[in-house]
Nanobody, 122 residues
Framework: VQLQACGGGLVQAGGSLRLSCGASGRTFSSSYVMGWFRQAPGKEREFVANINWSGNSTYYADSVKGRFTISRDNAKKTVYLQMNTLTPEDTAVYYC???????????????WGRGTLVTVSS
């Protein structure tokens, strides 16, 4: 399984970005949970959001709840993260993940994308 994230960039505080992550590989299944983690400079990697295979169950970190929305398109093997009302505290490298289990723990995910940098200026 390969995960390729894109959509990061520089945005002003209060702005929006939409991250996308496409999955490929013969072993990838649309039944996999997909999600996002992020890591800010000098900080631990932290859970952001995840979504089950059907898209009817989503989970968010408290810090992004109400501002971020995760969704997926199984036909395109793609997961999205719509990020609104961004703050400088959201600045981080965002990583796409996939696995068969739904978890908020980074170690639970076997497949990781390379990450895409989001920088929010004040």
């Amino acid at each position: 399984v390969q995960l390729q994230a894109c959509g990061g960039g520089l945005v002003q505080a209060g702005g929006s970005l939409r991250l996308s992550c496409g999955a490929s590989g013969r072993t990838f299944s649309s039944s996999y949970v997909m999600g996002w983690f992020r890591q800010a400079p000098g900080k631990e990697r932290e859970f952001v959001a995840n979504i089950n295979w059907s898209g009817n169950s989503t989970y968010y970190a408290d810090s992004v709840k109400g501002r971020f929305t995760i969704s997926r398109d199984n036909a395109k093997k793609t997961v999205y993260l719509q990020m609104n009302t961004l703050t400088p505290e959201d600045t981080a490298v965002y990583y796409c993940v996939a696995d068969i289990v739904i978890s908020r723990t980074a170690s639970s995910y076997f497949w990781w994308g390379r990450g895409t940098l989001v920088t929010v200026s004040s």
